[in-house]
């Protein structure tokens, strides 16, 4: 079944940074642009960024701009998330996700989340 994991969450102070890796299982990553999406505790799950399927066009919210940098690698069929100067309000679980394009379509192959804490 296709399916996208995630791994590299944990727990970091503000001001910290953490890199996210999302890795596609027994699917063609090549095909798909790839979101992050975050789920604060006790709220929705909400996209923060998304990459096209050739890495030429990234999106990300106002909230993580300038701080978050998502890229990808399709040769190791794997995206990355690097987050910098993280704040209490990034703590979330983190969830990588492909669709046709980043826009107007549905995200499919979810993958089970990682749990990133910021907190000192």
């Known amino acids: 079944q296709a399916q996208l994991v995630e791994s590299g969450g944990g727990e970091v102070q503000p001001g910290g940074s953490l890199t996210l890796s999302c890795a596609a299982s027994?699917?063609?990553?090549?095909?798909?642009?790839i979101g992050w999406f975050r789920q604060a505790p006790g709220k929705e799950r909400d996209v923060i960024s998304c990459?096209?399927?050739?890495?030429?066009?990234?999106l990300y919210i106002d909230a993580v701009k300038g701080r978050f940098t998502l890229s990808r690698d399709n040769a190791k069929k794997a995206a990355y998330l690097q987050m910098n100067s993280l704040v209490p309000e990034d703590t979330g679980i983190y969830y990588c996700a492909s669709a046709v394009a980043c826009t107007g379509y549905a995200f499919g192959s979810w993958g089970q989340g990682t749990q990133v804490t910021v907190s000192s």
């Open positions: 027994q699917f063609t990553m090549d095909y798909y642009a």
């Open positions: 990459i096209s399927s050739n890495g030429d066009s990234t």
